[in-house]
């Protein structure tokens, strides 16, 4: 991943992780191997987890101890009330970047289409 891609990342990340506990509940490494599903193949654990105690420490996320069968138990995760509505704010916020971001490129490759 390039550093531009790397520097747009760092400010969606987190709304990203908010979007994946808006579909369910889950811990870190779960939500990393989610995000690789996605297509955010070079993510490191460790970005997901800083993250996550961001989010935390925020009060957006509610945390369950879980046990796990292998070592200590697993924090799970999930989207609270306050966390949905930042989540809704993100979403807001990503369509008018979109929308503009879409215009601007438009204009950039047909100049002559503006007309302005």
Known sequence: MGK???EMLKGTLEG?????L???PAYGYDITARLREQGFA??????????LVRIEQRGLV???KV????????KVYSLNAQGREYLEEFWRSWSFLEKRIGQLHRHVNNPQE???
């Open 16 to 20: 990203i992780i908010l979007a994946i």
């Open 42 to 51: 070079d993510i490191a654990e460790g970005t997901v987890y800083a993250l």
């Open 114 to 116: 503006q007309g302005e």
């Open 22 to 24: 808006a579909v369910q």
């Open 67 to 74: 046990p796990s069968e292998k070592g200590p138990p697993r």
């Open 62 to 64: 509610d945390v369950a």
């Open 4 to 6: 531009q891609m790397t």
